[in-house]
């Protein structure tokens, strides 16, 4: 995806806006519309990746990845390798969200053995390690609370 039109697009709004000062605040404007390039490309950057990542957790499987490309933004679309065109095939269930599809930022400290094989197993599966740290935190959860709903209840003791 291609920003510049965007980023260019500000750039003449800032500019517009400027014009109705005096030529100081015209050659201000220009020069912070240069300097805001870079700034406008990253925020722009983020918001897609957060979009990105909103519409992975609405697929259920596969998932949508943003990357910067040189200088512009590339979507990557993975697929899980069992996937397949047949539709009778139920898509598995993704990862519940909260109301707002609200996301925040964790830092957990793993072994590194554990993390290259983290990272492995997201390589074969096409996706980032975040993604796949998503999905494995969420499928944890799910199983957590399927195997509680299903689980009769132990019986201890002795019998004769």
Known sequence: MNLEP???ELQRQLAIAASAGDD???ETAERLAAALEAATRLALLQALSEAAGEITLQLGSGSVDARLR?????FVVARPAS???DDTTPAAAAPTVDEEGATSRTTIRIPDSLKARAEQAANADGVSLNTWLVRAVGSALEAKGT????RS???TGWVR
């Open 6 to 8: 965007h980023i260019v």
């Open 24 to 26: 100081a605040t015209r």
């Open 70 to 74: 040189g200088r512009d933004v590339e």
């Open 83 to 85: 996937d397949t065109t």
């Open 147 to 150: 195997a509680r709903a299903v």
């Open 153 to 155: 209840p132990q019986i």
